[in-house]
């Protein structure tokens, strides 16, 4: 029994936006995914830090949630800049039920037991360049209350946070998301959306008590990061 996590799947397979178009590590890249999951068993748990598929709608995305549920193991997803399919955890657990999709679940405002872990998160937002627009404001202002809510019901577990956004980037530190991080000591905060040469500028490392780590798809070859 162990838990992983992989970000930024990008699947399209009902829709018309491979990702193989880029080439690079991104050719075959649906193979590769299937391929980095073949070591994993059903006992496995891993969690998907967003950008999950370039479906627009879930009916667009239905293929895709069928191959990560075809996948070995269970799965946790969360919401990505990309994942414009989203709408409400409710609605995202009556599709998957109604397409028989048993083994994903969705984290959001929540979180998760997983042996000694609480796995927590949020999708997380960058803010460095609009400090002053009320509009970004208010979407940091409602991440940091997911988060903190999501850390919150964790209790006195180990914590893990998962988001999509970086809280740390180069020179940018979201300073809010760090605090909290550090106020319920998340042990590890797992992120994606960083891709292709911007993965050597990525954070991995600790600050401030919180091990930091990327694990975008594409920087980790396909292969799901083993956590614990």
């Not at 590590?25 to 995914?33: A, C, G, L, S, T």
């Not at 997803?77 to 955890?89: E, F, P, R, S, V």
């Not at 911007?198 to 070859?221: I, K, P, Q, R, W």
């Amino acid at each position: 029994m162990s838990l992983y996590a992989i970000g930024d799947l990008h699947l399209s397979l009902g829709t018309e936006k491979p990702m193989d178009v880029f080439g690079g590590r991104w050719e075959n890249y649906v193979d590769k995914i299937s391929e980095g999951f073949s070591t994993l068993t059903d006992d496995d748990l891993t969690v998907l830090c967003g950008d999950i598929t370039w479906g627009m709608t879930m009916d667009e995305a239905l293929e895709d949630f069928l191959f990560i549920d075809r996948l070995p193991g269970k799965k946790i997803i969360l919401k990505g800049n990309h994942d414009y399919w989203w709408t409400t955890a409710t609605k995202t657990k009556k599709f998957f039920n109604e397409h028989g999709i048993g083994t994903i679940d969705v984290l959001h405002n929540n979180c998760f037991e997983y042996g000694d872990v609480a796995i927590c998160g949020t999708r997380g937002w960058f803010f460095e360049e609009s400090k002053n627009d009320e509009h970004d404001k208010k979407i940091m202002n409602r991440e940091c209350m997911r988060l903190e809510a999501s850390l919150k019901a964790a209790g006195d577990k180990r914590k893990f946070a998962f988001l999509h956004y970086p809280p740390k980037y180069q020179g940018y530190e979201c300073s809010e998301i760090l605090e909290l991080l550090k106020k319920y000591e998340a042990e590890l905060c797992c992120y994606g959306h960083i891709h292709s040469a911007g993965c050597a500028f990525a954070f991995n490392g600790m600050y401030a008590g919180t091990e930091h780590m990327l694990v975008s798809a594409d920087h980790l070859h396909f292969k799901p990061k083993k956590l614990v």
